[in-house]
């Protein structure tokens, strides 16, 4: 019989994969070159219900880096409500397309995973797609997508001075901040990167040994 635990993470996993892979088909559309690319901001609706990932993390629901989990939600969510959302320049950009067809695949694809995982019955192909897809998808997702999106924006926050009430109380501004972020940026992500790189050794090593045995 099947652990509170585990139905409470069937369930918000396969929430997420379902809710990502609507994401996915909505954006699918925008490939068409008579397309506008402006509805792929309407798949932001997803990213809150992350934060869970970083309690399941911190409560030892998942093995995972809560800090990890904190550091991926924290950029997406930054990236969507502070950036995106506040700055209507940016929406119809193909960086925000390309960030939003990164994010739906990778998603899909690791929700899939960790629904059937906890079932144990995720088939071999999937479990190697997980560990091996976000090899280009995520730095497409980070470089010309957020990174860009992000660099692209600079004008229009120091131009209307966003944020300026709260960062003021600490004598910068969020244009500056924001400098600050596209600076230290690709650290912060090389660190995750790895970290999923670990696994990927660590899971496929795991599939490898199987099948010698097999």
Not at 16 to 29: E, K, T
Not at 98 to 120: G, P, Q
């Amino acid at each position: 019989m099947a652990r509170p635990s585990q139905l409470y993470l069937l369930s918000y996993n396969s929430v997420q994969a379902l809710g990502w892979l609507v994401a996915l088909l909505r954006l699918l559309p925008c490939l068409v070159p008579s397309s506008s690319v402006h509805s792929s901001y309407a798949v932001a609706g997803d990213l809150t219900w992350a934060i869970l990932e970083t309690i399941h993390a911190a409560v030892g629901l998942v093995h995972t880096s809560p800090l990890l989990a904190f550091l991926q939600w924290g950029g997406r969510t930054h990236f969507v409500l502070a950036v995106v959302r506040q700055i209507p320049e940016v929406q119809s950009s193909h960086s925000v397309f390309i960030t939003f067809m990164a994010w739906s695949i990778s998603e899909v694809i690791r929700y899939s995973h960790y629904a059937l995982t906890t079932l144990k019955v995720c088939p071999a192909w999937l479990t190697y797609l997980r560990y091996t897809a976000f090899i280009p998808l995520y730095p497409i997702g980070v470089g010309p997508g957020e990174m860009w999106t992000m660099y692209q924006a600079l004008p229009f926050v120091k131009e209307r001075d966003l944020y300026s009430g709260f960062f003021g109380m600490f004598s910068m501004s969020y244009h500056s901040f924001l400098v600050a972020v596209l600076a230290v940026y690709p650290f912060l992500w090389m660190k995750l990167y790895l970290h999923v790189f670990k696994q990927r050794k660590s899971k496929l090593g795991k599939m490898g040994g199987a099948k010698k045995r097999a």
